[in-house]
């Protein structure tokens, strides 16, 4: 059974159409923000690597930033369907952020 951990204030989460990086324990989680909602997953792209979180929105799609990946942010499928990026489920909970991991 996954546990949630808080991850940052509400304050700190990206603004509309864009992604920050959160570190939890060992690991660093991406969450972007796609029309408001938030969706948390893996912070490493499946193509070669590069950091999620700082790569941009793009309609519901989130764009890695070294090779311009499109991974939609909701299932973490690779927009070709070779790769999917682990997931996570994100809740807010006054001014905390927390995610199952």
């Known amino acids: ?17 864009s992604a ?15 029309n408001g909602e938030y969706c948390a997953m893996d912070n490493v792209c499946p193509h070669e690597g590069g950091p999620l979180g700082m790569g941009f929105v793009d309609g519901t799609k989130l764009v890695c930033p070294w090779h311009g990946w499109q991974i939609e942010a909701k299932t973490g499928v690779a927009e070709n369907g070779a790769a999917t990026v682990p997931t996570y489920e994100l809740r807010i909970e006054g001014d905390d952020v927390l995610v199952a991991v």
């Not at 059974?1 to 603004?15: G, N, R």
């Not at 920050?20 to 923000?33: H, K, L, Q, S």
């Open 1 to 17: 059974m996954s546990e949630f951990i808080k991850i940052a204030k509400k304050s700190e989460l990206p603004e509309a159409d």
């Open 20 to 34: 920050a990086e959160f570190t939890v324990g060992d690991r660093t989680i991406c969450v972007a923000n796609v």
